[in-house]
């Protein structure tokens, strides 16, 4: 995955794979979202980000499972 901002345009994009757009489809006037053919997420756009999204910290975490 990778997160790419635009100070220009005040867009951020995440990528989730490098699977070739079949469609978008537009959450509300700020967001869309990247289909392949199969419905699996590629991308995600997010205009006026700052506003949007806390774009100034991004975080990842990973949580193992608790073995039984």
Known sequence: MKIKYF???DTALVEFSDH????TK???ENIYVDLDADDNLVNMTI???SKQANITEVAYQQIESKSA
């Open 26 to 28: 537009e959450i509300n």
């Open 47 to 49: 205009e006026h980000a």
């Open 20 to 23: 070739q757009v079949a469609q």
């Open 7 to 9: 100070t220009d345009t």
